[in-house]
């Protein structure tokens, strides 16, 4: 392949990779986006089946910027016509025999947060709860209303729909053998050519640290490391009773002190109710007596005692790129001017997709963007001491 020229080239194609070429191609650039594997990998972080779209975090900061990236979800559905997001709540719980301090959990944290910021929750006490989501036996209830889960492979459709309309190349199975930023241009040496981009975006989650050794002049490396959670699995109702594990009977639900989260299951999606263990690491994690999946549902969700559990396996499971600071990395790579960066989502940056893409869009093209994102600059891992 001869060189090829672009206003912008963009390296990795999970769902950062995507939006950012989706935004940058709707305002009139060429762009390349160059994928290593192929889109939709399910070896991938960026690809499962569902994923949660809430905005109940206990940074406002975080809870501000999910709640404007669920804008941005809704008006590509909009535009798409097909259904992308799923909105049942987010429904997280808490007990006082598993976390006796109930006014510290997460539920009643979040809820505060979320109410601070004028977003619309719910409130629920042991009774309250009881009558309107049945399923779960916890003392207190807080719901974050404008939530729910994101339908992920009609998301990768209708994304690659729109890249093919608006002229997106997308090269697969490519690897990058080097990149330098000369003369106000951005130089992509692959194993099937080169490309001369205006600016550069890399979007490649764990694969971020070995793009940067290929970048002229880097020196750079960031505290990244994999994680995911220890349990994931599948609980089967009897069909008599899948109703109530349906949404909007059942919404998206979460004890996150204990390292709990949990998916409706989807009809001709997914085989059952997704649950998961996994402590994120931006939340304290309480002293507790449940170890796993089986000892919330046998505290915490009765309902599905008598369940089939299956291990979710292959592009279901979820894995995650944490950050040693435990924040995103998103901003303009240090020393460079049209070579920027955006990973670290720590499980849970796929529902800031848009924003992100937006974000990294707005930065490669105009070299500005509507957010105030100063505390996920790649710069604050640039030693005070370096050159």
């Known amino acids: 392949m001869s060189e090829a020229r672009q206003d912008l080239v963009i390296v990795g194609s999970g769902i950062m990779g995507l939006f950012t070429a989706y935004y940058a191609s709707r ?20 690809f499962c089946l569902t994923r949660s779209i809430r905005s109940d975090y206990l940074d406002p900061l975080y809870a501000r910027l999910a709640y404007a990236a669920r804008q941005l979800w809704l008006d590509l559905q909009a535009e798409s016509g097909e259904q992308l997001v799923v909105n049942c709540g987010c429904l997280n719980l808490a007990r006082e025999r598993v976390t006796p301090d109930l006014g510290r959990t997460y539920a009643v944290q979040s809820f505060q947060i979320l109410k601070s910021l004028g977003l619309k929750a719910e409130a629920f006490d042991r009774d309250g709860l009881q009558r309107r989501f049945p399923q779960f036996d916890a003392d207190l209830g807080r719901m974050d209303v404008e939530a729910g889960y994101l339908l992920v492979p009609a998301i990768t459709r209708t994304l690659r729909s729109a890249l093919g309309k608006q002229k997106v190349t997308i090269v697969e199975g490519v690897m990058v053998e080097a990149i330098a930023e000369r003369d106000g241009r951005v130089r992509i040496a692959t194993s099937q050519g080169e490309w001369d981009a205006g600016s550069t975006v890399l979007t490649a989650g764990l694969g971020t640290n070995d793009l940067l050794a290929r970048v ?6 960031f505290p990244l490391r994999p994680d995911r ?24 639900f979460a004890y996150l002190d204990i390292g709990v989260y949990g ?16 402590n994120p690491p931006d939340v304290r994690k309480a002293e507790t007596f449940i ?9 915490c969700m009765p309902s599905l005692r008598d369940a089939e559990a299956v291990d979710v396996k292959d592009v279901d499971q979820c894995s995650y790129d944490l950050v040693a600071d435990d924040h995103f990395i998103l901003g303009a790579l240090p020393g460079f001017s ?7 989502w720590r499980g849970t940056g ?11 869009m707005q930065l490669a093209l105009d070299g500005r963007t509507d957010y105030e994102l100063d505390g996920f600059s790649p710069a604050r891992f640039v030693s005070a001491h370096a050159s």
């Open 27 to 46: 305002a009139g650039s060429t762009v390349t986006i160059l994928e290593r594997s192929r889109i939709g990998d399910p070896q991938t972080a960026s």
């Open 216 to 221: 002229d002049g880097c020196q750079l490396e």
């Open 229 to 252: 959670p220890s349990q994931t699995k599948y609980l089967i109702p009897p069909p008599e009773q899948r109703s109530l594990f349906t949404a909007p009977a059942l919404p998206v």
């Open 263 to 278: 998916h409706p299951m989807v009809p001709g999606v997914t085989p059952g109710v997704k649950i998961g263990y996994y």
């Open 291 to 299: 170890r796993d999946i089986r000892g919330f549902i046998d505290e």
């Open 338 to 344: 049209r070579i920027l960066v955006g990973v670290g």
């Open 350 to 360: 796929y529902k800031f997709g848009p924003l992100v893409g937006r974000t990294l």
